[in-house]
């Protein structure tokens, strides 16, 4: 109201995930009473992230030069390949697992409705890698919706095509959960996908 | 992990109130993914915001120039200051009430422990707007903490000594509380406060 620049920086801060007005506000007034040195260090770096980081040429991931940290290390297991929707979510595996192999980030799932097909998954470039002979399995990360299920799908097609054998990543009851609350679709998957108990 | 530029971006993100650690991730790879435009933008409003925003001359509020567009509104009461704690509270009162009056913002409450006296509160700059005599009536709207109220004590004293009349912003239940449910603290100063019912 009184300063246009306090009220475009609000408005700017909007942009963020989850930052309603009321939050802007708050972020903008927090900034400017008790961390400037901060907000200064936060334009400076969102500059440069925004400019320097682009994506891998092998597996799409982000990355500031060519190739990401993870296909040029020389200690990954190449005869896997994960491939994933988001670099979050290649993150969370990274975090969670101890997978030692390589991923593939589509950025995206197949939605016809929003314009993205294989092209803008770059499925084209998964051909070319999966065509190299060295992958053996293809590791199917991507989630269990109705867009990333059709998008398993067709990796699963590219794969046998090249004689590379695809897997998915298991869908079930999650641990810690109870069966009295968890969802008719998972209930329904985790029952018909029971495996058999060995000692 | 991959990559450096963007662990720094997430790092500096959580200089923002409320945004730890998983918020932060998201924020970048949301902004990475899918609004590099506002991510950019976002870096210039912040960058302009820190240098450029200062403190009104007159009443210590935010503002880009020498003194804040109320300060310099020929249209303002100027025989009514109100003193509050920060901007944030300035913005409340005046988006709330149709108040018409002048502020003083505090940028702070007296906290001797965090070494903020009246000389970092610009009481000094208080006194001499209180001796130009214009003033009648100071209204205290600090938070009602203890050091709210000890700030409010101080403000009461210094107003007295310029023969301004200070008063208090009402304090008890809110409207639509239920009054089973209010603090004991709230509660018994509503009491005690009690105004005359009249026609």
Redesign the interface.
């Known amino acids: 109201?009184?300063?246009?620049?306090?009220d475009?920086?609000i408005?700017?801060?909007r942009?963020?995930?989850?930052v309603g007005a009321k939050?802007a506000?708050?972020?903008?007034?927090?900034?400017?009473?008790r961390?400037?040195d901060?907000?200064?260090?936060?334009?400076?770096?969102?500059?440069?992230?925004?400019?320097?980081?682009g994506h891998c040429a092998q597996c799409r991931?982000?990355?500031?030069g060519e190739r990401?940290?993870?296909c040029t290390s020389g200690s990954r297991d190449d005869s896997q390949l994960c491939v994933v929707e988001?670099?979050?979510d290649r993150?969370a595996i990274?975090q969670a697992t101890g997978y030692r192999g390589l991923y593939f980030v589509l950025?995206g799932r197949l939605s016809p409705l929003d314009g993205i097909g294989p092209r803008e998954l770059g499925l084209d470039k998964l051909v070319a890698r999966l065509a190299e002979g060295q992958v053996r399995e293809l590791i199917i990360a991507t989630n269990p919706t109705v867009e990333g299920e059709a998008t398993a799908h067709l990796l699963a097609q590219i794969a046998r095509a090249h004689a590379v054998r695809p897997s998915r990543i298991a869908h079930g009851v999650p641990l810690g959960g109870e069966l009295e609350y968890i969802d008719r679709g998972t209930l329904s998957h985790a029952f018909g996908s029971r495996s058999e108990v060995t000692d």
Chains 1, 2 share one sequence.
């Open positions: 109201m009184s300063a246009p620049l306090l475009s920086l408005d700017s801060l942009c963020l995930p989850g939050s506000q708050r972020m903008a007034y927090h900034l400017l009473e961390d400037r901060g907000g200064r260090l936060l334009a400076r770096q969102l500059e440069a992230a925004m400019a320097r980081i991931d982000f990355c500031e990401c940290a993870i988001t670099p979050a993150l990274e950025q």
